[in-house]
């Protein structure tokens, strides 16, 4: 009988209940009975009940908490040194750096690969990116990954395109009957990545009768990305229209309606939420950032909108408002038929036998 071949999967601090946690829990359990994993997370930051949820088999070591980097380097290339694995998957250029090095001191020969999260351009520095070529291959989950490797020299046969797995869930959750109700599930921050404040800049353009659902919360010590959010909407005038719900555990299983989702991001990695939210048939509506949502919507689940134009975001939400778009679930759910995890584990199994 031929032994499973051995993976393991290093990831820099995890908060617990991100995209990066669920994209590791699915592809660990889904591909267990083929390969024998093991995760390597440098740090746990808060929640840490989705380590629970990965198949029982796999081998799960947490990283030095509290200290200085050295140490935790330290402590991730005595592991390495241990490693019997046939391949590493590293999600950021420096854990990739460190664990190249410790492949030549200890002379292994598993197969590097990265698998980055996050738009390369606005998450890494250009003495991080450069670390990327250190990788033998590349998993890309955004076609906007993709090019942006590409763009920092990373010969193109040496990327492969495999997005992210999204469940095909059996949910449909249908428009309000009376209210249009939009909705945002990811982290709460004002100006940052999310770019709360641009959503907040398009609601106070629109007329008619709307709510705005939040779901996410402020990661900050100081919650001051919040204060900032209710400040804002304060001077805007418009805190009657928003309803905050905080983090909410299984969120989809607690929306009972929506009309759309909506995401102010000025970059993303992949765009987990907007592919979540159209699987259960809800259009949504997106600034094209880099990277991601280019990936996922279409025009037959939601509007695209020119990279920070407010005015037509505005002006989309406002034909939610007006009753003036319709798209029926059905159609929504069937647009995003090569992201859902059938189709991304036939060709990521496939390209796994392949590399390995």
Known sequence: ??????????TGPMAGHGGEESVITSFINHLANTYDFELYVSQVMGDSVWLKQLDKRTKITIGTAGTRRITKAGKLLLHICRCH???????????????????????????????????INDYFSTRDQSYLALADEHLAISGGIQQQLMDIGINQ??????????PKSNQIILPENQV?????????????QKNMQALFDACVQLKGAWKLHIYGTDTTATQDEYRQCIV????????????????????WEKIEHADALVLSSTSEGFGMVLAEAISRGIPAISFDCPVGPADIINKNNGFLINNRDVMQFAAIMQKFVDREVHFPAAQVKQSITNLYEDAYYRRT????????
């Open 85 to 119: 694995s046939d391949a590493v998957i590293v999600f950021t250029p420096r854990l990739l750096f460190l664990i190249n090095l410790a492949r030549k001191l200890y002379f292994h020969h598993f197969k590097l690969i990265s698998w980055v999260q996050f738009s």
């Open 180 to 192: 249009v109700s939009f909705i945002y599930v990811a982290r709460i921050q004002f100006n940052q």
């Open 157 to 166: 046969s040496r990327i492969h395109l495999i997005y992210n797995p999204i």
């Open 232 to 251: 804002y909407i304060k001077k805007l005038q418009i805190e009657s229209h928003i309803i905050w719900h905080g983090w909410v555990t299984n969120v």
């Open 349 to 356: 199994a496939k390209l796994l036998n392949k590399l390995l």
């Open 1 to 10: 009988m031929t032994s499973k071949k051995k993976i393991m999967i290093v």
